[in-house]
């Protein structure tokens, strides 16, 4: 019995040892039925390419949420700094054409979604857009979705710290330097990233989904007794410049940018299968409460509706709005922090069993790497102060691509060979095709969009005690005058 169990032993540390190569990826694939209608097929042998391996007798397991703690990790990561840029993207664009983009955008976020799941089903080996890389480009593919990835995660923490310093400038007047509240900013961020596990993380994300709910409905109800502007708006706004118009659409689709993190997610599971009910009590919570805030601000807020939307109340109302909703400004920050920090890890001790360790080898790696994480989104954060420009930027250079272009294409190459196989099969080919195209126009047009407004100085000044706040009181004043 002792020999048996020794075996067994062995065997796990030697599954968790291995790091994921397009051999062996491809390898567990080969092992299993290629159909993917049939997942649990998929999931036969998937400990034998599991990242995390046999977590029997392992200090730290990996492997230990049910999907609802996925569901609420997707939920903090998602709903949080995208949804209070929605109600100013339907003042610029219009009220038909801005709920057309958060339906069609959500609807097709989800699919991609969708799809990263079931690519992970048959490729179980993969916990990461960088993993995927490898397994379809080999390492050069890894090397360019692992930077990718690692940058977009580090915008979205930077993301967070500049929100907190914003938010914390509209509660207080601005009493202190805006550079020292983004240090405390980063400093809680970084402490309550420590944890190395989701299922850790997942608890704090409730009160982050909460928070942003309930700031968001402050909001709502406040604006709906003030009336400041009520029922001027248009369904139609004609003639939208290009470059005016890219920013709220990029805005929209950094609401759906959490899909970077989907693999990592999908990878701390008990059960893969359990994915797709995450992602549907996700996208579903995402979608229908984007549209419905978007619409009930600005339709009483009017067309010079704030942008975070929680400024668009009385300065009473937006201090206790902006309290209410700084859970979710850390949280969520502190679950894409997790998120890139994690596969840094990984990576560093990749071939060796310390990440499952709790000695100071691994420990002192795990807080080094969040600290020089932080430290650069930190340095994000003062570099560009206006809160749209900065969720504009990641929306081009990050979102177009992990949410909307690059899914669909781990997708073509699952099915390879068998792209036109039916008729049925050859339309859904198909529509990867179109996705693909889509993403990749954003990412052009997005990226000239953001790039003519930086250029025009729409920044603001880096590394600045100067009132973030105010900077973007001073844009939506730009804005009426317009």
Request: net charge positive; proline share 4%; hydrophobic share 50%.
């Amino acid at each position: 019995m002792a020999t048996a169990m020794e075996r067994s032993s062995s065997s796990g540390e030697t599954s968790q040892q291995q790091p994921v190569t397009k051999k062996t990826a491809n390898a567990v694939l080969q092992q299993q039925d290629t159909n993917a209608s049939d997942p649990e097929r998929h999931l036969a042998s998937t400990t034998q390419g599991d990242v995390f391996g046999n977590e029997d007798g392992a200090q730290v397991h990996y492997k230990t949420c049910k999907w609802w703690h996925t569901g609420v990790l997707m939920l903090a990561e998602n709903v949080s700094l995208g949804v209070l840029a929605l109600p100013q993207a339907l003042a610029i664009l219009g009220l038909v054409p801005g709920l057309l983009c958060i339906f069609f955008l959500g609807i097709i976020a989800t699919y991609t979604g969708w799809i990263i799941g079931e690519f992970r089903l048959a490729y179980p080996a993969v916990q990461s857009f960088a993993d995927a890389g490898m397994v379809i480009a080999g390492p050069i593919g890894r090397e360019i979705m692992a930077v990718g990835q690692v940058l977009i995660l580090i915008f979205i923490m930077g993301a967070h710290v500049l929100s907190f310093s914003i938010a914390m400038n509209a509660i207080t007047g601005h009493a202190m330097c805006t550079i020292a509240w983004n240090v405390i900013g980063l400093s809680l961020c970084f402490g309550l990233g420590l944890p190395r596990t989701f299922k850790n993380v997942s608890y704090l994300s409730i009160f982050s989904c909460i928070s942003i709910i309930v700031s968001v409905l402050v909001t709502m109800i406040a604006i709906g007794i003030q009336k400041p502007d009520m029922g001027d708006i248009l369904a139609m706004r004609p003639h939208v410049p290009l470059i005016k118009g890219m920013g709220p659409v990029l805005n929209i689709i950094l609401a759906y940018t959490g899909h970077v993190a989907f693999f990592s997610f999908h990878a701390e599971l008990k059960n893969p299968q359990d994915f797709k009910k995450a992602l549907f009590l996700e996208q579903g919570i995402a979608v229908t409460f984007y549209m419905t805030i978007s619409v009930v601000i600005y339709y009483y807020a009017g067309p010079l509706v704030a942008s975070p939307a929680l400024g668009s109340a009385s300065p009473l109302v937006t201090k206790i709005a902006f309290g209410i909703a700084l859970p979710t400004i850390i949280v969520a920050g502190v679950v894409n922090g997790s998120v890139a920090c994690k596969y840094i890890y990984f990576r560093a001790w990749s071939g060796t069993n310390v990440a499952h360790e709790k000695t100071f080898k691994s420990l002192s790696s795990w807080y080094g790497i969040c600290a020089a994480a932080w430290f650069l989104s930190w340095v994000l954060a003062e570099s560009i102060p206006n809160f749209n420009l900065f969720l504009s930027l990641i929306g081009a250079l990050f979102g177009s691509m992990f949410s909307y272009a690059l899914p669909p294409v781990l997708c073509l190459y699952q099915h390879r060979g068998k792209w036109f196989s039916t008729k049925r099969k050859g339309a859904w080919m198909i529509l990867n095709f179109v996705v693909v195209v889509l993403g990749a126009a954003i990412f052009a047009l997005g990226m000239w969009a953001s790039g003519t407004e930086l250029n025009r100085g729409s920044g603001g000044a880096v590394f600045s005690c100067a009132n973030n706040w105010k900077l973007q009181s001073l844009v939506l004043a730009e804005g009426k005058g317009s």
